[in-house]
């Protein structure tokens, strides 16, 4: 009697964090903006690969299509408005892609996991001590003459950090630790790459849809003029 050998082939799912690495390292390789956050008291988190970016003076949240926004502190600066071209979400360990293009399917095939290539900034100066006790003189008078009500001081430092230093690992790690702050992770080949968990929220909305904000250190007291 002939028998036939039935050969059985086990596929094993991706994990979440798998299938995140290779979409973002699929949309490096092609050329995207990334950006990725987790709003605060929220477990879902956003990702969006995009091609676009505008330089902004002002945007409206209420008419502007999905994206993410970089503004520096300086007014006097440009804003920066990444525009979701394709745009994922992960809720319980899911990753589900909520714009058209199977670009998760394609992550998937391309092997684009490792390494992943973030992009670089242009250095920037370290602030010495000395600058920095100057800021603070300066900052005391300032207040002093009534010039402003707050100032908030920054002294920025360099730090070197190892080839084996992973990004997704500490942006979850600033996720798992700090429940109530913004978690965010932008890599744009002008601005460079940054990693943040901001304790302070700027708008919130409710079930109603109405908006509020909160003045954040730094900002000026509206007049109305």
Same mark, same amino acid.
């Given at each position: 009697?002939?028998?036939?050998?039935?050969?059985?082939?086990?596929?094993?799912?991706?994990?979440?964090?798998?299938?995140?690495?290779?979409i973002i390292g699929y949309g490096l390789h092609?050329?995207?903006?990334?950006?990725?956050?987790? +709003?605060?008291?929220? /477990?879902?988190?956003?990702?969006?690969?995009?091609?676009?970016? !505008?330089? %902004?003076?002002? @945007?409206?949240?209420?008419?502007?299509?999905?994206?993410?926004?970089?503004?520096?502190?300086?007014?006097?600066?440009?804003?920066?408005?990444?525009?979701?071209?394709?745009?994922?979400?992960?809720?319980?360990?899911?990753?589900?892609?909520?714009?058209?293009?199977?670009?998760?399917?394609?992550?998937?095939?391309?092997?684009?996991?490792?390494?992943?290539?973030?992009?670089?900034?242009?250095?920037?100066?370290?602030?010495?001590?000395?600058?920095?006790?100057? +800021?603070?003189?300066? /900052?005391?008078?300032?207040?002093?003459?009534?010039?402003?009500? !707050?100032? %908030?001081?920054? @002294?920025?430092?360099?730090?070197?950090?190892?080839?084996?230093?992973?990004?997704?690992?500490?942006?979850?790690?600033?996720?798992?630790?700090?429940?109530?702050?913004m978690v965010s992770l932008l890599s744009d080949?002008?601005?460079?790459?940054?990693?943040?968990?901001?304790?302070?929220?700027?708008?919130?909305?409710?079930r109603n849809g109405v908006f509020k904000t909160?003045?954040?250190?730094?900002?000026?007291?509206?007049?109305?003029?």
């Amino acid at each position: 009697m002939n028998s036939s050998a039935v050969n059985t082939i086990t596929t094993q799912k991706k994990s979440t964090k798998e299938v995140v690495t290779s979409i973002i390292g699929y949309g490096l390789h092609e050329g995207y903006s990334i950006a990725m956050w987790r +709003l605060p008291n929220q /477990s879902k988190i956003t990702l969006i690969l995009s091609t676009q970016k !505008k330089s %902004v003076s002002e @945007l409206s949240i209420e008419d502007s299509n999905p994206g993410f926004v970089f503004a520096p502190f300086d007014p006097s600066q440009s804003k920066f408005f990444l525009e979701a071209a394709h745009q994922f979400e992960v809720v319980n360990e899911e990753v589900n892609e909520l714009t058209p293009g199977q670009i998760k399917a394609l992550a998937a095939q391309g092997g684009h996991a490792r390494p992943l290539r973030f992009h670089k900034g242009t250095n920037q100066n370290t602030s010495s001590p000395q600058d920095f006790l100057e +800021l603070v003189k300066l /900052s005391i008078n300032a207040v002093e003459a009534g010039a402003f009500e !707050k100032v %908030v001081p920054s @002294l920025k430092r360099t730090i070197n950090v190892n080839s084996e230093f992973d990004l997704l690992n500490a942006f979850d790690e600033l996720h798992e630790r700090y429940p109530l702050a913004m978690v965010s992770l932008l890599s744009d080949s002008g601005i460079g790459t940054w990693l943040g968990a901001s304790p302070e929220l700027l708008v919130s909305t409710d079930r109603n849809g109405v908006f509020k904000t909160v003045a954040l250190a730094g900002t000026q007291f509206y007049t109305g003029d």
